[in-house]
């Protein structure tokens, strides 16, 4: 298999989510998709197979784990797609289901790829499992913004979405790991969303990622799109309208995602961003 890394959400190699991408891993098991993804060693690792024109199967995996879904190795793939047979129209086959991909070239001849996600819902976040996640991040009651309350979020995959009052709190992460790894294992958390609101259409998010076996995730398309979809349900945002996350600042690896949330509440979200080869 030819593994290709790029780096999705920014145009600075140095900067966004770094992801795995192999157009091509037809015959490959499963234990071979784990051993490149645990080789690779970023967040995710995509791997395509393709089976008719613009139509892929896509699979993603951590390097402890396959996910069902992962926006930013979807932007990362569209992107080296496009870059071998050109811009245009694709179908991205996943276990959460059929996702619409376009890429477009930009004035200064970059690939920008748009994906649109599943359809999106929210659910409630128990008390007690809300207090048990609060013990696990280290954060308290008080530092949670009352105008985003907690909810699960879902485009594809679940996230916890955690809204801080505060910049300030969203900038010390400091979580007990094993104990939120465990946590997300019992509910199938993929990662957990940690946002802020800088005004009515700017956030600034993290993602703790345990179940990659990583701290960190630095900018989660999945996790944007889900937000998306939780915005809209929840009446925080006046749609249609795109909203602007900003994520992987704290950890050096500024990233930027355009989430675009139509009116229709059925209606998936898009989620749009750059790659670029990864420089590592």
């Given at each position: 298999?030819?593994?290709?890394?790029?780096?999705?959400?920014?145009?600075?190699?140095?900067?966004?989510?770094?992801?795995?991408?192999?157009?091509?891993?037809?015959?490959?098991s499963?234990?071979?998709?784990?051993?490149?993804a645990?080789?690779v060693?970023?967040?995710?690792?995509?791997?395509?197979?393709?089976?008719?024109?613009?139509?892929?199967?896509?699979?993603?995996?951590?390097?402890?784990?396959?996910?069902?879904?992962?926006?930013?190795?979807?932007?990362?793939?569209?992107?080296?797609?496009?870059?071998?047979?050109?811009v245009?129209?694709?179908?991205?086959?996943?276990?959460?289901?059929?996702?619409?991909?376009?890429?477009?070239r930009?004035?200064?001849?970059?690939?920008?790829?748009?994906?649109?996600?599943?359809?999106?819902?929210?659910?409630?976040?128990?008390?007690?499992?809300?207090?048990?996640?609060?013990?696990?991040?280290?954060?308290?009651?008080?530092?949670?913004?009352?105008?985003?309350?907690?909810?699960?979020?879902?485009?594809?995959?679940?996230?916890?979405?955690?809204?801080?009052?505060?910049?300030?709190?969203?900038?010390?992460l400091?979580?007990?790991?094993?104990?939120?790894?465990?946590?997300m294992?019992?509910?199938?958390?993929?990662?957990?969303?940690?946002?802020?609101?800088?005004?009515?259409?700017?956030?600034?998010?993290?993602?703790?990622f345990?179940p990659?076996?990583?701290?960190?995730?630095?900018?989660?398309?999945?996790?944007?799109?889900?937000?998306?979809?939780?915005?809209r349900?929840?009446?925080?945002?006046?749609?249609?309208?795109?909203?602007?996350?900003h994520q992987?600042y704290d950890?050096?690896?500024?990233g930027?995602?355009?989430?675009?949330?139509?009116?229709?509440?059925?209606?998936?979200?898009?989620?749009?961003?750059t790659?670029?080869?990864?420089?590592?």
């Amino acid at each position: 298999m030819e593994i290709l890394r790029y780096v999705a959400f920014s145009t600075d190699p140095a900067g966004g989510n770094p992801a795995g991408v192999v157009l091509d891993a037809s015959g490959a098991s499963e234990r071979d998709l784990l051993a490149v993804a645990a080789e690779v060693g970023f967040s995710e690792t995509a791997f395509v197979v393709p089976v008719g024109e613009g139509v892929l199967d896509v699979r993603y995996f951590s390097p402890l784990a396959e996910v069902p879904f992962c926006g930013h190795a979807t932007i990362a793939t569209a992107v080296a797609y496009a870059e071998r047979h050109g811009v245009g129209e694709l179908v991205f086959r996943t276990k959460a289901g059929d996702v619409r991909v376009s890429t477009t070239r930009a004035e200064d001849g970059s690939v920008v790829a748009t994906l649109v996600s599943v359809e999106p819902t929210t659910e409630e976040l128990g008390a007690d499992v809300l207090g048990e996640l609060l013990g696990a991040l280290r954060w308290s009651r008080d530092d949670l913004d009352p105008a985003l309350p907690p909810r699960v979020a879902y485009a594809g995959a679940r996230h916890p979405v955690i809204a801080s009052a505060t910049r300030e709190r969203l900038a010390e992460l400091a979580y007990d790991m094993p104990a939120l790894a465990g946590l997300m294992a019992r509910f199938e958390w993929t990662t957990v969303d940690l946002v802020w609101r800088e005004s009515a259409t700017v956030f600034h998010a993290r993602n703790p990622f345990p179940p990659g076996g990583v701290v960190e995730d630095p900018a989660t398309g999945a996790a944007a799109a889900a937000f998306g979809g939780y915005l809209r349900e929840l009446q925080l945002v006046d749609v249609p309208c795109e909203v602007t996350v900003h994520q992987g600042y704290d950890m050096g690896r500024p990233g930027t995602i355009r989430v675009g949330i139509p009116a229709d509440p059925g209606a998936g979200v898009s989620v749009t961003g750059t790659a670029v080869p990864y420089a590592g």
